[in-house]
């Protein structure tokens, strides 16, 4: 199955909002909640694609003939590719009835982990979403990261023991998700969390943390003070607010700030392999891809999933090949030109 037969088939399924765009870009959807638009009048989404479009490569093919290894070591495990499908809830909602949260996690958790990379799962006020997502991850022995919404301390260290009998090797918290409107007005309360709240989550949760929503070297210092493995740079992909500056503007200030004390992870408008190697040359250890991996699913099941990675990961290989990196240690900031 090819990538565009995934597009063509997902545009007649995948519900009235999304439109399966070709590339996924955030201007066909704009503020359309719900769906996969944003609060406000979604330019944040927009930014994130615009400014990852503005960076280019440098090509250099003088360097030792050898075959490109894209491989990334994270928390003791090693994945095929640098790229992990990103954290996805409320899918009837959004997306249409094909796919319950269930079903979806199911899929794209067991489908990524066959394919040597893995899957974050989403979260949402039905418990049972975060159950469901637990046991695929269980299923595929581990190979999977749970994001768990910032809800009240007694809620996320009930979900966080779920964490840890789902046998997942990593756990992830979208702070960003505190602009979300259903978590407004929650008792108890969601949403903020202090240095010192954090620190007590992560010190519970018994597996590598990745806090998930830092946008300022300010935010990333307190996530490394709170005890962070590793955080995810995002602007929740542009959902949440307005006028916020792209993913790829602030990854160089952060990388810089915090690279060596935890793994930097970065999402927001990442749509190609190419765009993968400039977010690692700008000094992150990998990248996080969400909306086009529901367009997998919808339009291709198990197939589609193995035709998007396999053409992120072909055009990251084909890139890493004209600019001279051999490997992801390889990838450097001087083989991109912004």
């Known amino acids: 199955m090819t990538y565009e037969e995934v597009l063509a088939k997902a545009k007649n399924c995948v519900g009235k909002y999304c439109k399966a765009c070709s590339i996924c870009n955030g201007r066909a959807c704009g503020s359309q909640i719900p769906g996969p638009g944003a609060k406000g ?14 960076i280019r490569v440098n090509m250099d093919t003088i360097a030792e003939a050898a075959e490109p290894d894209p ?12 790229f992990f499908a990103g954290p996805v809830g409320a899918i009837n909602m959004h997306y249409g009835d094909v796919y319950d949260d269930a079903s979806y996690n199911k899929l794209l958790v067991a489908a990524c982990a066959q394919l040597g990379i893995a899957a974050f799962t989403g979260d949402g006020t039905n418990p049972g979403v975060f159950t469901a997502a637990v046991a695929a991850i269980r299923e595929a022995g581990g190979a999977g990261i749970p994001t768990v919404k910032p809800w009240d301390e ?3 260290e009930e979900k966080m023991r779920m964490v840890r009998e789902s046998g997942a090797f990593a756990a992830a918290m979208d702070v960003d998700a505190a602009g979300l409107p259903f978590l407004k007005g929650l008792n108890p309360p969601a949403g903020r969390k202090s240095v010192s709240q954090l620190k007590r989550i992560i010190e519970g949760a018994g597996v590598p943390f990745i806090v998930k929503g830092i946008m300022t ?25 307005d006028q916020c500056a792209a993913t790829a503007e602030v990854l160089p200030e952060i990388a810089d700030a915090v690279g060596g004390r935890a793994r930097i992870l970065v999402d927001g408008g990442i749509r190609s392999g190419t765009d993968v190697f400039k977010a690692l ?37 084909d890139t890493m090949l004209m600019c001279g990196a051999n490997t992801l240690s390889d990838i450097t900031r001087d083989m991109v030109r912004i």
């Open 154 to 156: 007694a809620t996320v």
């Open 71 to 82: 491989s990334l070591e994270l928390f003791g495990r090693t994945f095929r590719y640098p």
């Open 281 to 317: 040359a700008l000094g992150a250890d990998g990248v996080v891809i969400a909306r086009p991996f529901v367009t997998a699913v919808f339009g291709g099941g198990r197939e589609g999933v193995e035709a998007y990675v396999r053409k992120i990961g072909g055009e990251l290989e």
């Open 41 to 54: 009048t979604g330019d944040t989404a927009i930014r994130n694609y615009d400014a990852w479009q503005k």
């Open 217 to 241: 070297v300010k935010g990333a210092e307190k996530a490394v003070e709170a005890g962070a493995a590793a955080i995810l740079v995002s602007n929740h992909g542009g959902r949440v607010l």
